[in-house]
């Protein structure tokens, strides 16, 4: 008898250890009550919404592989994140605001992962890396605190937020709509995670934000760092997070620090010791070898050569037979096209105040960083893109599916009879005006204007 009972306090010790470890939470506080919490309602529904929408995103990214993969599994990692902060707001009390980015610092730190992905370089699947990373923004609905907050609704800011992912998922659903099936399936699942899969669970959960516990735990802010005496300056902040806390207050310290202390060590020494008198002789008012009046040709010749060595050399060429680059072209107004074919495409950068002609069908063309540029062509077979542009003009003669305007401030586009059907995606933009053929065969325009951030057919 004594041997069974030690045996099955032995196990009853095991398994209350095994329960203090599991009750302990990532941030070292007890985790009290984690059990009824986590068979809450709005828990268990979180659940569903990853098991019926996640799970699809992430069995299409396997069936893709590469960055489309590693980029998927951060957009899991970052909904497991919010389930746990979601558990934690159940249990703890609602707090300022500098404490409220510190709660959510980890969900930050998940979705500046996404977004590192797309920086520094160049990659092939840049549209599924932009559109997941700029679609977990919605995530930070979580981050509601009332009206005067600064936010939208949770609803409205997980809308808003895949408008702006959006732009970039149409991209991936225009390219690969006849060439991966896969591909259009991934995109389709991202947005049905958001749409209607977040927005649904944050509607009948969350419509007003989330609630925090009346007598929970309490969440402390991080504690300012602060140099030790004679310490160099502080380097400059890191890129601000998704999540803004309190506007920085005025430091009590007795020791300035940043542009004060600059000019309190001026105003404390001599700065004037050591300088050499200029004389009369030494003014250029004086000088009878230089004149202070600078020509209307020198300054021509300086803005040219200073814009000149910034840009590259002039170039319009035919890169492995597939890519036509127009690059660096300044008042040139006869750039031509002719010799081309559906399987090619058209790169126009950094061009300005010229105009090129396509004469033939093209797979794709794309306008980038260039002013006061006039692209004219007649069929394309996949899109026409214009991105950081300022006042360019685009025509189609013949047909054009899509035409996307990203980050342009002015642009004109004229279409003919041939692709009134285009769907047009603009975001980021301002002044985009669409002209057609009026009505009657005159040869007249009607003009127009289009939204920012819409998807217009």
């Not at 329960?19 to 985790?31: I, M, N, T």
């Not at 060439?179 to 389709?188: L, P, Q, R, S, T």
């Not at 033939?360 to 002013?371: A, F, P, R, Y």
């Not at 642009?411 to 995606?425: E, F, H, M, N, R």
Request: aromatic share 6%; charged share 20%.
């Amino acid at each position: 008898m004594e041997g069974n009972l030690i045996e099955r306090l032995e196990a009853a010790v095991v398994r209350l250890e095994a329960l203090s470890v599991d009750g302990v939470s990532s941030r070292g506080l007890p985790d009290i009550g984690a059990v009824e919490v986590s068979s809450d309602p709005s828990i268990i529904a979180f659940d569903d919404l990853m098991a019926q929408y996640a799970d699809s995103v992430s069995a299409a990214a396997e069936k893709i592989g590469g960055e489309v993969l590693d980029v998927t599994k951060i957009v899991v990692e970052a909904f497991s994140v919010e389930k746990k902060l979601l558990i934690e707001i159940k249990q703890t009390q609602k707090p300022d605001m500098a404490g409220l980015a510190e709660f959510l610092k980890p969900l930050n730190e998940v979705i500046m992962k996404a977004n590192a992905m797309t920086e520094g370089r160049r990659s092939d699947f840049i549209n599924h890396l932009k559109s997941a990373g700029d679609s977990l923004s919605a995530l930070a609905w979580i981050a509601f605190t009332g009206k005067n907050c600064g936010m939208s609704m949770p609803i409205a800011h997980v809308e808003e937020s895949w408008q702006t992912a959006e732009f970039y998922n149409n991209k991936v659903l225009v390219e690969y709509k006849n060439k991966d099936a896969n591909h259009v399936e991934w995109a389709k699942a991202l947005k049905e995670l958001y749409l209607p899969g977040l927005r649904d669970y944050v509607k009948s959960h969350y419509p007003l934000g989330p609630v925090w516990s009346a007598s929970g735990k309490k969440v402390s802010s991080a504690p300012p760092k602060t140099s030790p005496p004679g310490a160099p300056a502080a380097p400059p902040p890191p890129p601000a997070s998704v999540f803004s806390s309190e506007p920085s207050q005025p430091s009590s310290s007795s020791h300035p620090k940043g542009m004060a202390a600059v000019f309190q060590e001026i105003s404390a020494r001599n700065v004037t010791a050591g300088l050499k008198k200029v004389t009369a002789d030494m003014k250029t008012k004086n000088r009878t070898d230089r004149s202070g009046i600078v020509s209307a040709g020198e300054k021509e010749t300086r803005s040219i050569s200073s814009s000149s060595s910034k840009a590259g050399p002039p170039k319009l060429e035919l890169q492995m037979g597939r890519k036509w680059v127009v690059e660096n072209q300044v008042g040139t107004k006869n750039l031509v096209i002719d010799d081309c074919d559906a399987k090619q495409s058209v790169y126009v950068f950094g061009c300005k105040d010229s105009v090129l002609q396509i004469q033939g069908k093209v797979n794709n063309i794309t306008i980038d960083k260039c002013t006061k540029m006039g692209v004219l062509f007649k069929d394309v077979v996949a899109a026409c893109e214009v991105v950081n542009c300022n006042s360019v003009e685009v025509q189609c003669q013949g047909s054009a599916p899509t035409i996307s305007v990203d980050n342009t401030s002015g642009c004109q586009l004229y279409l003919s009879k041939d692709s009134l059907g285009a769907s047009i995606t603009t975001a980021k933009s301002s002044e985009i005006n669409v002209l057609v053929p009026a009505a009657k065969s005159d040869g007249d325009w009607v003009s127009l204007q289009l939204t920012s951030f819409l998807l217009h057919f």
